[in-house]
């Protein structure tokens, strides 16, 4: 891939993100509310396991907002992959899977935030920009 064009805040080129949602209303919304954040610089989706993994693939993407729940091999096989195959990229849970059993297990497997899809939804922006930020991207 060529070198990234964009340049975000502090000099820095902007991330590239990967949506993994099987609700297309939360990738739409989720679309909607980060092409703001201006350390994003490209956005892709994907609607399952085998989607995401072709995009991980084909593309360098820094930082993948996962649900947990998905048709086929879910989130959790996925963010198991992402360690595996792409450690240096970000995940960020979005679920409505919110119990301790389940952030602590996405904590575990190397998700770096746990956002509750049905409450936090607004607070993506800010958490996506603070990930971006972080050493590493």
């Known amino acids: 891939m060529g070198q990234k064009k964009f340049m975000a805040e502090h000099g820095r080129p902007g991330n590239f993100l990967l949506i993994v949602d099987n609700s297309l209303f939360i990738i739409e919304r989720l679309l909607s509310i ?7 610089e490209k956005i892709f989706t994907a609607v399952n ?3 995401a993994v072709s995009v991980l ?4 993407t820094d930082i993948v907002l996962l649900d947990i729940q998905l048709p086929g091999k879910n989130g959790l096989d996925l963010l198991k992959y992402i360690g595996e195959h792409y450690p ?3 995940v960020i849970i979005l679920s409505n899977l919110v119990s301790d059993y389940y952030q602590k297990l996405c904590k575990k497997l190397g998700a770096v935030a746990f956002i509750d899809k049905s409450k936090d939804f607004d607070m993506i922006p800010e958490i996506v920009l603070s ?3 972080q050493p590493g991207l």
């Open 49 to 51: 396991y085998t989607e």
């Open 34 to 40: 980060l092409k703001e954040v201006q350390t994003v």
């Open 57 to 60: 693939q084909k593309k360098k």
């Open 131 to 133: 990930v971006s930020n």
């Open 88 to 90: 240096e990229t970000k």
